[in-house]
């Protein structure tokens, strides 16, 4: 167990839909980051909140945004869902330093299934 | 563009061999390199690093390598063992970017 908690497990809606990811941090850590993995791909880093605050931004498309509130959990809100956009949402959490270079520590991922 | 990559999507080494994983990169400019595993159903953890000012770390049976002037670094498993069975990602970047592999998925037969 990582310590990093991610909700729901899984989520199954519409095209057209939205729909919102929530992740817990480890107890102290102060970043989040947002990794997609689609079918037969690798991780593909999204975005990283320090803080509260946006730290860097990967590709993460227009209809996709994230933020990181004062108890430092995480949301990822993705809209105007597309089937393209099935795939597992990893968060992942790394140390009070705030760079990439601490190791990251991930959740367990949710699976999101677009219709 | 896949800034990483790494080539062979699947591996099958014999119990007590040694496993070596690939991967291959793309931005000189990347500074630490990171592997991590990953079980089905479970998110990625973290296996071991390297900076770009080595050219080797070692953890107990894992071992990593970069050539930087080839842009390549691999993981080395030895012995290997059943429950290393897993995908295998490698990941590379700096500052607070990094970019990682699609993966090679690891069976060691027992």
């Known amino acids: 167990d990582s310590g990093v908690t991610q909700t729901p497990k899984h989520l199954i809606t519409a095209t057209g839909q939205r729909v919102t990811l929530r992740c817990s941090p480890r107890s102290g850590d102060l970043s989040v980051y947002w990794y997609q993995q689609s079918l037969d791909q690798g991780l593909q880093f999204l975005i990283q909140y320090y803080n509260g605050e946006e730290r860097a931004k990967g590709n993460i498309l227009e209809r996709f945004s994230a933020q990181q509130f004062p108890d430092l959990h995480s949301e990822l809100n993705l809209s105007s869902l597309e089937l393209g956009d099935s795939a597992l949402y990893f968060c992942a959490s790394s140390g009070p330093s705030g760079g990439s270079y601490n190791e990251q520590f991930f959740g367990p991922g949710t699976r999101l299934t677009v219709l | 563009d896949q800034q990483v990559k790494q080539n062979s999507p699947s591996l099958s080494v014999q119990e007590g061999r040694i496993s070596i994983l690939n991967c291959d990169y793309t931005?000189?400019?990347?500074?630490?390199f990171l592997w991590y595993k990953k079980y089905p159903a479970e998110g990625p953890t973290f296996l071991i690093s390297?900076?770009?000012?080595?050219d080797k770390n070692e953890d107990g049976r894992f071992t990593v390598f970069l050539n930087k002037s080839a842009k390549h670094l691999s993981l080395h498993i030895v012995p290997s063992q059943p429950g290393d069975s897993a995908v295998y990602f490698c990941a590379a970047g700096s500052g607070n970017q990094f970019y990682f592999g699609t993966g090679t998925s690891l069976t060691v037969i027992p």
């Open positions: 390297i900076s770009s000012i080595k």
């Open positions: 931005n000189s400019m990347f500074d630490y």
